[in-house]
């Protein structure tokens, strides 16, 4: 496997297995780029440029 | 070694709900949606607990290849997955022994990644857990798009004396 898919498979148990050592650096570099929004970040960014929450979202559907 | 039977799936469910639950939101938006893949996961993981093999893979990455496979057999089905969340290494079966990972390796990437320079390290959680377009990236290292597939290169040969 090709370092770079290996990474991305490591990445991706990381999002399952939430360890410590390695969330606090994401968590580090997280907050450095905080305005750094995912795609899937953006589509919970509302008309006023203010992010909601999935719940918030979820519930608007129900009104 | 201890042999994991069906008596065991309420106190597996207890301890990994909120791993699978996690993961699975992560991927899925749709809230009903995701609670139906969780429930399925568990069906999954409770139908096949007899297979598992403790020689082969530890319970955790199991149940984490399980949750994975499941979750992009969802997506694909749905045609609602992103192409660049599709790794080519996809198994479509739930074999571990193919494409094991383990906490281990989560331990030795931190290890690593602590080595790096902050731009180094940035890069790799922007790009690769992030999932952040390159060009983003350059901008937010405030690099050109050619330096960043400089640094890119160079910190993906430091990293590979890791992950071999």
Redesign the interface.
């Known amino acids: 496997m090709k370092t770079e898919a290996k990474l991305s498979s490591i990445f991706d148990f990381q999002r399952f297995a939430h360890n410590k050592k390695l969330q606090s650096l994401i968590d580090d570099t997280e907050s450095r780029y905080a305005c750094s929004l995912t795609d899937d970040d953006l589509e919970w960014v509302n008309a006023a440029g203010e992010i909601e929450s999935k719940d918030t979202k979820d519930n608007d559907g129900d009104k | 070694m201890t042999a994991i039977s069906k008596n065991d799936c309420e106190s597996i469910f207890k301890e990994y709900r909120n791993?699978?639950a996690?993961?699975v939101?992560?991927k899925i938006?749709n809230?009903a949606e995701a609670e139906d893949v969780v429930s399925d996961i568990f069906l999954k993981i409770c139908k096949n607990i007899e297979k598992f093999d403790s020689a082969k893979a530890s319970l955790?990455?199991w149940i984490?290849t399980i949750?994975?496979n499941t979750v992009y057999d969802r997506l694909k089905a749905a045609r609602t997955f992103?192409i660049a969340e599709l790794?080519?290494?996809m198994p479509s079966q739930e074999n571990v022994e193919d494409?094991l990972?383990s906490?281990d390796?989560?331990?030795k990437?931190?290890?690593m990644?602590?080595k790096l320079s902050q731009n180094e390290?940035?890069l790799?959680?922007?790009i690769?857990?992030?999932?952040?377009d390159r060009k983003?990236v350059a901008d937010?290292l405030g690099v050109t798009y050619g330096q960043l597939r400089y640094l890119h290169d160079k910190t993906?040969q430091k990293?590979?004396k890791l992950?071999k």
Do not use: H, Q
């Open positions: 791993k699978i996690g993961y939101s992560s938006n809230r955790s990455t984490y949750t994975r992103r790794s080519d290494n494409n990972v906490e390796m989560l331990d990437l931190a290890c990644l602590e390290r940035d790799i959680i922007l690769y857990y992030k999932k952040l983003r937010f993906i990293l590979e992950l």
